[in-house]
T-cell receptor, first 116, second 116 residues
Framework: DTGVSQDPRHKITKRGQNVTFRCDPI?????LYWYRQTLGQGPEFLTY????????KSRLLSDRFSAERPKGSFSTLEIQRTEQGDSAMYLC??????????????FGQGTRLTVV | AQSVTQPDIHITVSEGASLELRCNYS??????LFWYVQSPGQGLQLLLK??????LVQGIKGFEAEFKRSQSSFNLRKPSVHWSDAAEYFC??????????????FGKGTKLSVKP
């Protein structure tokens, strides 16, 4: 098991373009989380999945953002019509249990998005 | 609403000196608490966690943290800092009653610099 994998590691895009990030969680982890981290801040929760079901979305997740986890394994996060304010590190995490209790999240190395 | 405060944005210590990073949380019930470390451009690595039981928890890399309910604190300590400990440290609490939701609320982080 190689841990949580995110692709790409870096993405530079022009304002207005669409981008998609992928996250491969640790095998058989039920829960998958997306966070956004801007410079000088801690990660902020965006959304999470339990298996293929998206159970919670933060108000940070505007209509331009959409996330999927179609087969309960990998997940994608798409940002449409990117804006400069979307520039951030996007972190994915997974945890091994169906419940959030008594469990820890394992993070990937993140995707650094720069919108120019 | 739950929140985490890390009062120190940046701390510098000499190599070999002791370290204490402060973390205060706001939560009505027993919190599930974590400390993560992040090296530049990388994801987050779990140092230690507190769910219940012994209020002094041991983690990796020689770190420990003490949960103090009366002070709503979960400070991170290390008796002797190594140059490789230079990084950013994040305290986090699990959102949701009893940790049921599972996503983390992070503090803004404390950047640790180590002087030779």
């Amino acid at each position: 098991d190689t841990g949580v994998s995110q692709d790409p590691r870096h993405k530079i895009t022009k304002r207005g373009q669409n981008v998609t990030f992928r996250c491969d969680p640790i095998s058989e982890h039920n829960r998958l989380y997306w966070y956004r981290q801007t410079l000088g801040q801690g990660p902020e929760f965006l959304t999470y999945f339990q298996n293929e079901a998206q159970l919670e979305k933060s108000r940070l997740l505007s209509d331009r953002f959409s996330a999927e986890r179609p087969k309960g394994s990998f997940s994608t996060l798409e940002i449409q019509r990117t804006e400069q304010g979307d520039s951030a590190m996007y972190l994915c995490a997974s945890s091994p249990r169906a419940s959030g209790k008594n469990t820890e999240a394992f993070f990937g190395q993140g995707t650094r998005l720069t919108v120019v | 609403a739950q929140s985490v405060t890390q009062p120190d944005i940046h701390i510098t210590v000499s190599e070999g000196a002791s370290l204490e990073l402060r973390c205060n949380y706001s939560y009505g019930a027993t919190p599930y608490l974590f400390w993560y470390v992040q090296s530049p451009g990388q994801g987050l690595q779990l140092l230690l966690k507190y769910f219940s039981g012994d209020t002094l928890v041991q983690g990796i890399k020689g770190f420990e943290a003490e949960f103090k309910r009366s002070q709503s604190s979960f400070n991170l300590r290390k008796p002797s800092v190594h140059w490789s400990d230079a990084a950013e440290y994040f305290c986090a609490v699990v959102q949701g009653y009893g940790g049921s939701q599972g996503n983390l609320i992070f503090g803004k982080g404390t950047k640790l610099s180590v002087k030779p």
